[in-house]
């Protein structure tokens, strides 16, 4: 049974910095696009960052220079560094594997992706 655990999340205040973690059990991370997503209240979910099995990444235009998107294969564990964090980043954070395409990252993830439960990412004024 595949099963992705997100962890990291918390409350900061804005200019502070957070690490998400995301684990798999049951997965390889090797031959997916990973990705970060994001979904706050009243809004609809959107893409944060992406990872190829090659190890391009892509980014939101809003988190590019903030955030950084990195992968442990031999963990099975996908990271997002968030710094200089806005309040308009408070959000719940999932991530999502997708080997629909063999680890190539599309604009959105396939219905057979696998997703995290989320982490919760609080930032105050």
């Known amino acids: 049974q595949v099963q992705l655990v997100e962890s990291g999340g918390g409350s900061v205040q804005a200019g502070g910095s957070l690490r998400l973690s995301c684990a798999a059990s049951?997965?390889?991370?090797?031959?997916?696009?990973m990705g970060w997503f994001r979904q706050a209240p009243g809004k609809e979910r959107e893409g944060v960052a992406t990872?190829?099995?090659?190890?391009?990444?892509n980014y939101a235009n809003s988190v590019k220079g903030r955030f950084t998107i990195s992968k442990d294969n031999a963990k099975n564990t996908l990271y997002l560094q968030m710094n200089s964090l806005k309040p308009e980043d408070t959000a719940m954070y999932y991530c999502?594997?997708?080997?629909?395409?063999?680890?190539?990252?599309?604009?959105?993830?396939?219905?057979?992706?696998?997703w995290g439960q989320g982490t919760q990412v609080t930032v105050s004024s």
């Open positions: 990872i190829d099995s090659d190890g391009y990444r």
């Open positions: 999502a594997a997708d080997p629909s395409r063999g680890g190539a990252c599309a604009r959105s993830f396939a219905d057979s992706a696998y």
């Open positions: 049951g997965y390889t991370y090797r031959r997916s696009c």
